[in-house]
């Protein structure tokens, strides 16, 4: 069975809709207008207006065609409800609809007015925000579920309570000039990972079979070995150059949208679709199907690739990443997955490492053609070595679960849960690689190599180091893959050892720290944020570091990914330094645009030191892996603490 690339297309359409930033709807030809009465306690009325657009047809609201609702009223919590149908006014008549088959529809081609009864549970917020669905089209054409975002005032509401832009935390002019001013960013890391990636992804089936027939084909068809030698390095150029262009587009959406790349590494919905599609990979890889993308597509960059001009050889290039596609792509879409939190510069700067270790392999041996002769030939390790990708891919797989259950606290993989699939997925590599356990496509293993020896003894090794981790003891912290399993907090086990929550809320801090004459250290964190859990694992937990935390400071964990939805009296239209509007509806929300308009940054971990007052003391402190140099950052703080307590 084939399975073609379009969902790896529609996964991308996916996620241009679902992150903030991108538009999902076609330009509508319809503006409206919203404005709201209120009728009683709690009861308002919303009317809609509708200007006419020549030469198409707005659908009646009380309608349902094929499942579709001709209009609908959404809100952002469901203390909010609409009561009964729309009420309509303006120029409405029915026509017998093509698009229906036949079936009579109610339109409108003028003005019209959309009239609607609202009822609020609980406190009546200032501002409402809700999302008016509505459907348009004409004979031939038909639009349905355009959306509408609106915001109304609501007479008698509450005021919104809260706060997010704080005046007096001056970030670039603190007490203490200590501290971190620009983000630290570790691109040499992401360009080698990068670059390893694309080392294992030249010794899959679909890219090491084609080093030797490429290079081949430029030195023998070549005239000239010269031309030859500059042919085969322009290919390998033009691998590094395509895999580069893949993250230009987030480098737009960045600009638009500074926090996307935070919503991408956070998002429930893609999380889970990585799941799916790197078990989808993952199976492929065991060989029970085959993942390709279209023919049609395939066939058209061979063809192009025949030519003998520079465009020729960029095909011939483009034609290797097509139909290298999927052995590389799990690999790829892996790394992307792995550093879209960081930015959008770190996404281009893995992806030229890939490029580079996947090009420069075509250019070297045409440089040197005699190291053909000492590369091993293809066989049945490169079916070894796919497999065992295969379980890789699962263990990411259960990653990307892990990440979508620890944001909407599904309570489904837990800490000791993910360490214990890891462990199976740990023993199924050792099994399959002793020859105990088969795939059809794999060969029988009638002696065990040292090679396959090796990588035996390294991956028992690697599944017995998590084994402890399954346990509810000090040995279960498995420093050396912190960050990768939930918090230690997120346990099956009902009194978990070294969890110790830290307070949730910035305005509780300052009144703690107000009572107790302490510093705030705030945490900007997240639940699907590697380095966050690396930090709290490996660095908070040494001792001098953990007695300067804990007798100190008041420390408050703000989590940017937390989707539980704030209270409806304090959700709201925030108006961002940059003069963007920006939609509060959940804790994730609110905590975002504080970090950004207070402390100049959308990455996490960041760590803050402000006084009672709400001064900053220190300039920020990002991933700080050396647990002496956060140490010495904290005391900093401290002592611009006690120089300002004394002015």
Known sequence: MYLKARFTILLFITFCFTVNGFSQDVVSPYHWEVTAQKKAEGIYELTFSAQAAPGWQLYAPNQVFDDVKMGALTFTDSSIRQTGNFAETGTAKNIKSKIFENQ??????????????????????????GELSYSYGNDDEFYPSNSFPFVVELEGGVVSTTRILVPSIDIEHPVNDCGDSVKKDSNLLVFLLGLLGGLIALLTPCVFPMIPLTVSFFTKRAEQKKKGVQGAMLYGFFIFLIYVLLTVPFHIAGKTNPDIFNNISTNVWLNLAFFVIFVVFAFSFFGYYEIGLPAGLANKMGTRSGLSNVGGIFFMALTLAVVSFSCTGPILGTLLAGVAEKGAWPLTIGAAGFGLALGLP????????????????????????????GFI???LAVKFLANADNVKHFGILKREV????WVIIGALIVLYLSGLIRFSHSSPVKKLSRTRIVFIT???????????????????????????????CYSVYNQPVNCDKSLLNYEEAIQLAK????????????????NCRRMEEKVWTKSYVEKLMRNDFILVSLYVDERTKLPVSQQTIYTTKSGSEKSIITVGDKWTAFQIDNFNATSQPQYAIVSPDEKALVKTKFYTPDAQEFADWLKCGLEAFKKSASK
């Open 104 to 129: 009579n529809v109610k339109i409108f081609d003028g003005k019209s007015q959309w009239v609607a009864m609202i009822q609020i549970s609980g406190a009546v917020p200032g501002r409402l925000q």
């Open 362 to 389: 075509f250019a070297l041996f045409a440089l040197f053609p005699k190291w053909l002769h000492s590369i091993p030939k293809s066989g049945g390790w490169l079916t070894d070595v796919k497999v065992v990708l």
């Open 393 to 395: 891919e699962l263990a």
């Open 418 to 421: 993910f360490i214990g699939s």
């Open 458 to 488: 390294l991956f028992t090794a690697a599944t017995l180091y998590l084994v402890p981790g399954i346990t509810n003891t000090s040995w279960a912290k498995l420093k050396l893959i912190s960050g990768f399993p939930p918090p230690v």
């Open 515 to 530: 009572k107790e004459n302490k510093p705030v250290l705030i945490d900007f964190t997240g639940w699907a944020c590697v």
